[in-house]
């Protein structure tokens, strides 16, 4: 269902329910038949494209519900702890620290121990760089020794060591200038759409192509775990290799990021605007949470 705010009044209150979801794959329905109504929803006609969601409210309880992910073949929980690592955002300076925490964790063997990694902005990169990178693949680093590499020591970290990082590694992304991409992506933009360039477009473009496409991770296609790219493929939607897919041993990760919508339909000033903060699994997507905004109309 899409909802458009519409303008309004001079003071108004607008509860807003965020409910986590869990989606099967889009497919169709078979030329002749339709799906049946329930709770006075009407049977879609057919051929007609649907996705099955299961969606809950935040304060709802399920005794005994299994998370997907706790269900699925290809993400194994044994041996696991129930526990995440969380990466801060900061842009660069936020990938390169996650980067580190990601090494050191992996000399001491601990990723293959912590159920989940999430991350947002930058920390969101190194996130999902370690978690799709495809292992090698022609130009990326066929093992998590060669894309993380060995923390050094601080004595170690000259200029001279900083300046021999080899292009497989994840260190490499922040040194190849997301400025100078985010102007080569402004400029394909502007030809392509016109000017002034979509700077979200922009912006997507530029941190696709420097932490994720150098290193496999195609900005195409969707990525989910192992068990869904058979589901999926087995309803014709998409081939395997449409997909990132994660690498063995990878926590599952939550990627949290904003979530936006036309500028003309906010109905409050840039500076007061609050933004929906969204977490993405490779198996659902949503966020638990009640709140109530409240917008008043800027004085005329």
């Not at 329905?29 to 049977?43: K, M, N, Q, Y």
């Not at 970290?157 to 990082?165: E, N, Q, V």
């Not at 150098?214 to 192992?226: E, H, I, Q, R, W």
């Not at 339909?265 to 500076?271: M, R």
Request: charged share 15%; proline share 10%; hydrophobic share 45%.
């Amino acid at each position: 269902m899409t909802t458009t705010l519409a303008p309004l009044a001079a003071r108004a209150a607008l509860p807003l329910l965020f409910a986590t979801a869990i989606a099967v794959p889009l497919s169709s329905t078979p030329p002749g038949e339709a799906l049946g109504g329930t709770d006075g929803v009407e049977s879609q006609p057919a051929g007609a494209s649907f996705a099955e969601v299961l969606a809950w409210s935040p304060k709802a309880k399920f005794p005994g519900y299994v998370y997907p992910e706790m269900a699925d073949e290809a993400y194994v929980m044994a041996g696991r702890a129930e526990s995440a690592v969380c990466f801060s955002g900061g842009g660069l300076r936020s990938f390169i620290a996650s980067v580190g925490y990601l090494a050191g964790m992996h000399k001491l063997g601990l990723l293959q121990r912590v159920g989940y990694t999430s991350g947002v902005s930058g920390g969101s990169w190194a996130t999902t760089m370690y978690t799709y990178y495809k292992r090698g693949a022609p130009g990326v680093a066929p093992s998590d020794d060669e894309l993380l590499g060995t923390p050094p020591p601080p004595e170690e970290l000259t200029p001279a060591f900083l300046a021999s990082i080899p292009s497989t590694s994840a260190r490499a992304a922040a040194t190849t200038g997301l400025l100078r991409e985010m102007l080569a992506a402004a400029l394909v933009d502007a030809v392509m759409k016109g000017w002034p360039a979509d700077l979200s477009s922009v912006w997507r473009d530029a941190v696709s192509r420097v932490f994720l496409e150098p290193y496999g991770v195609s900005p195409k296609g969707p990525f989910a775990l192992n068990a869904s790219v058979a589901a999926t493929r087995s309803r014709g939607v998409y081939s395997e290799s449409d997909f990132a897919t994660p690498n063995e041993g990878a926590p599952l990760p939550v990627v949290a990021f904003s979530l936006l919508g036309p500028a003309d339909l906010v109905p409050f000033p840039p500076k007061r605007r609050a933004y929906t903060v969204v977490e993405a699994t490779p198996l659902y997507v949503g966020v638990a949470g009640l709140r109530n905004v409240s917008y008043r109309d800027p004085p005329a």
